[in-house]
């Protein structure tokens, strides 16, 4: 209403003018009186008219505004989805002209899998043209973890920044009495001492939002800083060990690869824990390039596995170097900024823990069981070393690869996949335990369904459902080909999709029960052999994946 006040106070003024000059002409004043009233149930008409474009504008804008906020889950499915789609458009009208075309499918299908950074193929990578292959760059940077957390806490700024604006705009006194009244509202007729008792808490409720909001701005801009540093550092440190490395340039070059290209992309890929790279053998290639792998290994894990302990650490180093106050006490009360990246120091201590554990636990298991197999054949002691911790760092959860992982041992895929399934934030309860001590905790009832409704949509329980509808719908390839399409290779694919992984036991000619002379080797993963209704699963699973930390109500997990 109040765009259109102006408007209205013309048109409210507007009876008199008009008979103001047609006095003179009309001398029948019935005929102006007349006219007078037309005017004036005009204008009423336009009033009610316009009030209620103007409720129903509040209501069309305001209330899908409110959904989003409070279901976080809605958000950020509406953002990967669209997203996703204008990645896909993208894909398909920078298509290469002298390059296979891929069908559509699998470039939605490649556009999902790098905005939920799951690495997951269908297509080979040296397919794409150069100009592609920087969309796939940016849809990396959108998906990225540390990437959406920055969004997140900038869009939260600017909502409370929006908010105190319109405060401001209010009547001090209007504010007073609306605080009076929300802290009791039965107690109308209060004395002034009581008024301004609660003047003063309002001052405070105030004072303290400033505070947090100021507390949420500071952390929005380290994060930032820990985007653009991680990247740009990334970029720079693959870049100049190519240009001093002749062997790795001429591979490149070999590959008709542009190095700064190549660089950008395995520097995002990698701080984003995506997977993927510009070649079809992904990391292979550069297996005996140790100081190529030693490089990429810190970007991994700074991007995922070890970003809390880190960005704890960057608000440390922060506060001692700039002495603010607002940093230590980010850094000394991190649970109060509602940031679940930030932790107090124990649980950071245990994530650093965890993570070297696990690494640990894979490499004694990778040097044990494949020291003497076929992925590491041709490699000394140390280049085989360097294989092992590269690919350890991996499975939680970027997916590059350096061997061929289906050569290796059963014991060590097991492993893979147990890790592939666990959060990299290494929580050690399952889901249905935590979920159940949340519910306790919150003082829900246990008998109206909740926990029932969480057990019967958990995650265990959508992954296997997934599993067997993609053994249905692989069904027919099962059969033909049980060597390349069997039940453990399919759980897999699921697991590492779930995951955001993208490792895959691969399609072979050489395992095909009845040998074909038309089938072709292929780099991508077996799901690139798959249906289509398959993909469409594997997509699912992906943004499952994606989603996974939070719960059915739509809220984030701490």
């Known amino acids: 209403m109040f765009r259109f006040s102006s408007v209205l106070v013309v048109m409210k003024h507007f009876p008199s003018n008009v008979a103001m000059k047609m006095k003179p002409m009309l001398p029948n004043s019935e005929v102006v009186r007349t006219i007078k009233e037309k005017v004036e149930h005009f204008y009423v008409f336009l009033s009610l008219m316009l009030a209620s474009i103007s409720k129903c504008a509040n209501y069309l804008f305001r209330r899908p505004y409110m959904v989003l906020q409070r279901y976080p889950l809605l958000a950020h499915l509406i953002y990967f989805m669209s997203i996703s789609f204008t990645g896909f458009l993208a894909l398909k009208n920078l298509t290469p002209q002298h390059k296979p075309t891929p069908r559509s499918l699998d470039l939605i299908f490649t556009s999902v899998s790098t905005l939920t950074v799951s690495s997951m193929a269908t297509v080979e990578m040296e397919d794409f043209s150069d100009q592609q292959l920087w969309v796939l760059i940016l849809l990396m940077l959108l998906g990225g973890e540390v990437f959406t957390l920055m969004l997140g806490l900038h869009l939260k700024n600017a909502r409370a920044n929006t908010y105190g604006i319109l405060q401001k705009r209010l009547p001090s006194t209007c504010r007073d009495i609306e605080f009076v009244d929300s802290v009791n ?160 120091q124990k649980n950071a201590s245990n994530l650093v823990l965890t993570a070297l554990g696990t690494i640990l636990l894979q490499v004694m298991f990778l040097c044990y069981f494949g020291w003497d197999s076929k992925p590491l054949e041709g490699l000394n002691w140390l280049q085989k070393l360097v294989c092992t911790l590269f690919q350890s760092v991996n499975t939680r959860h970027a997916g590059e690869a350096v061997i061929d992982i289906s050569n290796l041992s059963p014991a060590i895929l097991v492993l893979f996949v147990l890790f592939m399934y666990l959060p990299s934030d290494g929580s050690p309860l399952p889901d249905s335990v935590a979920d159940y001590q949340t519910l306790t905790e919150k003082g829900e009832d246990k008998n109206s369904g909740a926990l029932w409704k969480k057990f019967i949509i958990s995650k265990p329980i959508c992954l296997a459902t997934f599993i067997i509808l993609a053994c249905i719908t692989e069904r027919k390839s099962m059969s033909l080909d049980p060597l390349n399409f069997n039940i453990f290779s399919i759980l897999f694919e699921v697991v590492s999709a779930y995951g955001n992984v993208g490792y895959s036991l691969g399609y072979s000619c050489e395992r095909m029960l009845k040998p074909d002379a038309t089938c072709k080797a292929v780099s991508y993963g077996l799901v690139g052999k798959w249906t289509d209704e398959g993909k469409v699963i594997i997509i699912l699973v992906m943004f499952l994946g994606r989603f996974k930390r939070f719960s059915l109500k739509g809220r984030r997990h701490p």
Not at 222 to 231: E, K, M
Not at 250 to 261: A, E, G, P
Not at 277 to 292: E, H, Q, V, Y
């Open 185 to 344: 509202r039965s107690c109308r007729n209060n004395t002034e001492d009581v008024n301004q008792e609660a003047t003063s808490s309002h001052k405070q409720v105030q004072e303290s939002k400033s505070m947090n909001q100021n507390y949420c701005n500071i952390l929005a801009h380290v994060v930032a800083g820990y985007f653009v540093a991680g990247i740009i550092c990334s970029s720079l440190v693959i870049t100049i060990y190519i240009w001093t490395d002749s062997d790795s340039k001429y591979k490149l070059k070999s590959k008709n690869i542009k190095i700064w290209t190549f660089s950008i992309f395995t520097a995002v890929s990698s701080f984003v824990n995506c997977g993927f790279t510009p070649l079809n053998d992904n990391m292979a290639i550069f297996r005996k390039n140790s100081g190529l792998l030693l490089l990429v290994v810190p970007q991994i894990l700074a991007g995922n596995t070890l970003f809390p302990p880190l960005l704890r650490l960057s608000i440390w180093a922060l506060g001692k170097i700039s002495r603010r106050e607002e940093y230590t006490y980010i850094h000394q009360h991190p649970v109060e900024t509602g940031c679940s990246h930030i932790q107090q």
